[in-house]
C-alpha cells in the first residue's frame, strides 16, 4: 500500500471516529463531497499534521463544497 492510500484510510478512520459515524457513512459523505480525491492532492500538506487539523481541514472542505452545491 503507497503512503497517500495508508493517509487516506487514517483519514477516514479518524473522521469516523471522531465524529462518531459509522464507515459506511464516512464513505457516502467522503464520496458526495470528493473529499479523497482532496485528501490525495493535498497529501503533501496534510500528512505533516495532527490529527485535529486534518479533521477540522476536511471540515471546512466540505462545507465550501456544500456551498458550492446549494
Do not use: W
Request: charged share 35%.
Amino acid at each position: 500500500m503507497n503512503k497517500e492510500l495508508q493517509f487516506m484510510v487514517f483519514c477516514i478512520e479518524e473522521y469516523r471516529g471522531k465524529k462518531g459515524l459509522s464507515g459506511k457513512e464516512v464513505a457516502d459523505l467522503f464520496r458526495k463531497y470528493s473529499v479523497l480525491e482532496y485528501v490525495r492532492d493535498f497529501y503533501d500538506v496534510l500528512h505533516i499534521n495532527g490529527s485535529n487539523y486534518i479533521i477540522d481541514d476536511i471540515d471546512e472542505y466540505i462545507e465550501s463544497k456544500k456551498a458550492t452545491i446549494s
